[in-house]
């Protein structure tokens, strides 16, 4: 495809080309003054001229235009791009270049729907983006696609889809990234897809990041449950952790500083107790043993 890159146009000033317009009004004013005497033409070809000024007058001043702050006027010339202004001011071009409406350089946001998609364990979820971007190419914006706008809003929305398809919701036994434990890499990679959607329009996205993301209704329930489920045995783990730390630790200070001597059956009993005392969820209740584990 051939793809058209902005230039910069040729212009003046208007403010220089409105003393020439009005020159050739006054001197249409002045030939006509002589052509005319009493309601009576009495020199056609004074006339004439001064019919030509104005004709000439009206030419020129179709070719004023104003480009506002922001804003970026496409010109084209008999079917071909001429250029484009980004200045904001007063102008004036050849009167037979057909002005296009100005295209927009501010910084827009589209939000997208919320799409249900399938991520990439096949869960259903619906996800939502937000995308900042802007045109900085006003002739790829008005040429290379139909509507620019429209061009951003389906391609931002095919990103996010891109995006959810590669990535699962969620991973709870590794560190692989996920839509939703890792936002800041999703984000970097959101805008990096739509910006690569979106050069042949272009537009820069400036920023692209998740507003909603959660489990399909039909699922939402049990996935709650699956993530209780996870939650509850990595609490169990850490839990378990900790306490294999305390016996061992219980067990070396005593072992050192030679409180008491354990033979293997009376360390087993101890770990046993100990690890029961602190990772059961409920208080426990002290056995006294008057005797000893022999008897």
């Known amino acids: ?30 030939l006509s003054s002589q052509a005319i005497v009493n309601s009576i033409v009495v020199n056609p070809l004074f006339l004439g ?16 235009f104003v480009v506002q702050p922001n804003q970026a006027q496409v010109l084209i ?4 791009y001429m250029g484009s202004i980004r200045q904001p001011g007063f102008y ?13 350089l501010r910084v827009r946001n589209f939000n997208s729907d919320y799409l249900k998609v399938n991520d990439a364990q096949g869960s ?7 995308t900042v971007w802007r045109v900085v190419d006003s002739a ?11 061009f951003v809003a ?3 929305e095919t990103a996010v889809r891109a995006l959810a398809n590669r990535y699962p919701y969620d991973i709870y036994d590794t560190d692989q990234p996920s839509l939703r434990s890792h936002p800041d890499d999703m984000a970097e990679i959101l805008k990096q897809e739509a910006q690569q959607r979106l050069e042949v329009a272009g537009v820069e996205v400036l920023d692209a990041r ?42 070396h200070r005593l072992s050192e500083q030679r409180v008491v001597d354990l033979d293997e059956e009376r360390k087993a009993a101890m770990v046993n107790n100990l690890l029961v005392a602190i990772v059961s969820e409920s208080a426990t209740q002290p056995i006294i043993n008057a005797g000893t584990l022999y008897t």
Do not use: C
């Open 210 to 251: 998740l507003t909603h993301l959660a489990y399909a209704p039909e699922i939402a329930q049990a996935m709650l449950r699956r993530q209780q489920a996870a939650a509850v045995i990595s609490a169990k783990e850490r839990i378990v952790e900790g306490a294999m730390g305390m016996v061992e630790m219980a067990l």
């Open 49 to 64: 001229g001064a019919v030509l000024l104005v004709i000439m007058a009206v030419l020129l001043s179709l070719g004023f």
């Open 154 to 156: 389906i391609q931002s």
């Open 1 to 30: 495809m051939n793809q058209i890159r902005e230039t910069q146009s040729w212009s003046l000033n208007g403010l220089w080309v409105l003393p020439a317009i009005a020159t050739l009004i006054l001197g249409a004013i002045v």
């Open 77 to 80: 010339w008999l079917g071909n």
């Open 124 to 130: 259903p979820i619906e996800i939502g983006a937000v």
């Open 140 to 150: 790829r914006a008005f040429f290379d696609v139909e509507s620019f706008t429209d």
């Open 92 to 104: 004036w071009t050849l009167p037979l270049v057909v002005q296009q409406r100005q295209v927009s």
